[in-house]
C-alpha cells in the first residue's frame, strides 16, 4: 500500500463491516517526539477474545468466502518497519480502537497521502454514519465532524457531488497548509 490514507481506508471499512455508526479518525504528528500515530476508533460489534488473537494473521478473516485478511496485517507491518508500535482494543458490544504509531523520521516512512479522498470515499459509502476526522500536529489541530456538517447543511445531503468535492478540497488544504507550516 503507497499511503498511509489507505491503510486508514481499509482499517474504517472494517469498523463499517461491524455495523459501526460512528468512526473517528485521529492523526497525530509529533515533531518533537519523532512520531506519527493513527487511531481509529468504532462503536462497532466489537471483537471476542479468539477473534481478537487472530485479527492480525493475515490467514485469518470473517468475510464468508474469503481465505485471506490483509488490513490489520499490514497496517501492523507498516508500523512495525518504522520503529512504531501496534495495538488493538476491542471487546465484543464495546467497540474497537485501533492504533499504529511510526517514527516520522523512518527512511520508509509512508506519506499520509489523499486524506480528503479517503473521507470522501467513506461519506460516500455510508453517509448514515458519524465520522470524526481529528489531525493534530504539534499543537494545531483540524477537525470534520460529519455529524456537525450535517447539521449546518440543513437537510441538503452530505453525499451530494458537490458537498463531496468541498470536504475533499477542504481537508486536503487544511492538512496541507498545517504540514507546509510546520514541517
Ligand atoms: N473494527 C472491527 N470491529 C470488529 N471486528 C473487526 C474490526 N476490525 C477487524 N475485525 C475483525 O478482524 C478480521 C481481520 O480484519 P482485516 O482487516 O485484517 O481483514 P478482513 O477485513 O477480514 O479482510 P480485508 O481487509 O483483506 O478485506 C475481520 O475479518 C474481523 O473479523
Ligand atoms: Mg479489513
Given amino acids: 500500500m503507497e499511503d498511509l490514507s489507505l491503510h486508514i ?5 472494517n469498523s463499517m463491516d461491524a455495523g459501526a455508526t460512528k468512526v473517528e479518525i485521529r492523526i497525530k ?3 518533537g517526539a519523532d512520531r ?3 487511531e481509529v476508533k468504532d462503536n462497532g460489534y466489537g471483537m471476542d477474545k479468539d477473534i481478537l488473537k487472530r485479527a492480525s494473521d493475515c490467514f485469518f478473516t470473517a468475510k464468508p468466502g474469503k481465505r485471506f485478511g490483509f488490513g490489520i496485517p499490514f497496517l501492523m507491518q507498516a508500523a512495525r518497519e518504522c ?6 482494543n476491542s471487546a465484543p458490544n464495546r467497540g ?6 511510526f517514527k516520522r ?8 497521502g489523499d486524506m480528503g479522498s479517503t473521507m470522501t470515499v467513506l461519506i460516500c459509502g455510508h453517509p448514515e454514519i458519524d465520522y470524526l476526522l481529528l489531525y493534530e500536529k504539534n499543537g494545531f489541530s483540524y477537525c470534520l465532524d460529519t455529524e456537525k456538517l450535517k447539521a449546518d447543511l440543513g437537510g441538503v445531503p452530505i453525499n451530494t457531488p458537490g458537498v463531496l468535492r468541498l470536504i475533499k478540497e477542504d481537508v486536503n ?3 496541507g497548509t498545517l504540514a507546509k507550516q510546520l514541517g
Avoid: Q, R, W, Y
Fill in 96 to 101: 474497537t480502537s485501533i492504533s499504529a504509531s
Fill in 105 to 112: 523520521s523512518h527512511i520508509d516512512i509512508k506519506p499520509l
Fill in 36 to 38: 506519527l500515530t493513527l
Fill in 83 to 88: 520503529d512504531g508500535n501496534f495495538s488493538i
Fill in 9 to 13: 481506508l481499509d482499517i474504517v471499512e
Fill in 29 to 31: 504528528e509529533d515533531k
Fill in 173 to 175: 488544504e487544511a492538512l
